[in-house]
Antibody
Framework: QVQLVQSGAEVKKPGASVKVSCKAS????????MHWVRQAPGQRLEWMGW????????KYSQTFQGRVTFTRDMPASTAYMELTNLTSEDTAVYYC????????????WGQGTLVTVSS | QSVLTQPPSVSGAPGQRVTISCTGS?????????VHWYRQLPGTAPKLLIY???NRPAGVPDRFSGSKSGTSASLAITGLQAEDEADYYC????????????FGTGTKVTVL
């Protein structure tokens, strides 16, 4: 079965960077795009962007453009999300989610990674 | 980032029917992009509930149904059960800014 397992919780200081991993199993990693979505405490889901896991092409939400980078390690079937210049407003749970293609739904989600930004 | 608008909360007694609206615009739902729905139980990751406006993934009971018209979509839950108490989000695609995914504001369903 499809599984997305994310790395553990992180605590960072303002101005630092964080890198979250998402290891996929149960399907061919490079055939499906990987999206990243975040959810601040008590808030709605917020789409961050996606990466074509086959060719590495990325699409970032304008909200995060310039501060976020998606990468992937194909042999390891792992996607990564790095967010820089963190502020307290970046405190949130970050999810990876498998896409089915452009405009199509996110059909499997990781368990989430809590990133806390605090001085 | 544009968003889709949902009511903050809806409630109903066990066995009743509730509906959740999702209002978009001419650049997303009104542009004929599909609407998908997710359910998020407390403390867990979202899970796909309805895709392509009306379709249920395997394992989702037929108590859940979706519809779409114009710039809006709706999720209906019939025969409301205690385990349906969760947050529900709609999601679509928006053609502005070279294309992006947009989520609804979220609706908390409470079973009375």
């Amino acid at each position: 079965q499809v599984q997305l397992v994310q790395s553990g919780a992180e605590v960072k200081k303002p101005g630092a960077s964080v890198k979250v991993s998402c290891k996929a199993s149960g399907y061919t990693f490079t055939r499906y795009p990987m999206h990243w979505v975040r959810q601040a405490p008590g808030q709605r889901l917020e789409w961050m962007g996606w990466i074509n896991t086959g060719n590495g092409i990325t699409k970032y939400s304008q909200t995060f453009q310039g501060r976020v980078t998606f990468t992937r390690d194909m042999p390891a079937s792992t996607a990564y999300m790095e967010l820089t210049n963190l502020t307290s407003e970046d405190t949130a749970v970050y999810y990876c989610a498998r896409g089915r293609g452009l405009e199509l739904p996110l059909d499997n989600w990781g368990q989430g990674t809590l990133v806390t930004v605090s001085s | 980032q544009s968003v889709l608008t949902q009511p903050p909360s809806v409630s109903g007694a066990p066995g009743q029917r509730v509906t959740i609206s999702c209002t978009g615009s001419s650049s997303n739902i009104g542009a004929h992009f599909d609407v998908h729905w997710y359910r998020q139980l407390p403390g867990t990751a979202p899970k796909l509930l309805i895709y392509g406006n009306t379709n249920r993934p395997a394992g989702v009971p037929d108590r859940f149904s979706g519809s779409k018209s114009g710039t809006s979509a709706s999720l209906a839950i019939t025969g409301l059960q205690a385990e349906d108490e969760a947050d529900y989000y709609c999601q679509s695609y928006d053609s502005r800014l070279s294309g992006s995914y947009v989520f609804g504001t979220g609706t908390k369903v409470t079973v009375l």
